[in-house]
Nanobody, 122 residues
Framework: QVQLVESGGGLVQAGGSLRLSCVASGRIFRINRMGWYRQALGKQRDLVAEITSSGTINYADAVKGRFTISRDNAANTVVLQMNSLKPEDTAVYYC????????????????WGQGTQVTVSS
């Protein structure tokens, strides 16, 4: 039905930048909420940033002023620009989207990407 594919993770020194992208494909009628979560080793998965279909944005306090989330509705893409990275930003980053799709009717589900590793060295 729907697939999310992430890209852009990697290894960067503290103070550096990375740009994560997540592209949705499939029988998509509408993408509602789009967001990024992260899970550090041994910890729970937490919200990093999210953006609604109307453009309302919410950031975790730990990333405010450093990360920027944006969406391209025509390309079914959500981007997380991460600047001034810190070692504590090291985690696997996942995109999550609430998508309405058409399959002999309209259905809405949450979908997760496969995750991309972000490692920030000190």
């Amino acid at each position: 039905q729907v697939q999310l594919v992430e890209s852009g993770g990697g290894l960067v020194q503290a103070g550096g930048s990375l740009r994560l992208s997540c592209v949705a494909s499939g029988r998509i009628f509408r993408i509602n909420r789009m967001g990024w979560y992260r899970q550090a080793l041994g910890k729970q998965r937490d919200l990093v940033a999210e953006i609604t279909s109307s453009g309302t944005i919410n950031y975790a306090d730990a990333v405010k002023g450093r990360f920027t989330i944006s969406r391209d509705n025509a390309a079914n893409t959500v981007v997380l620009q991460m600047n001034s990275l810190k070692p504590e930003d090291t985690a696997v980053y996942y995109c999550k989207e609430t998508i309405t799709y058409n399959d002999a009717g309209y259905f809405t589900n949450d979908y997760w990407g496969q995750g991309t590793q972000v490692t920030v060295s000190s």
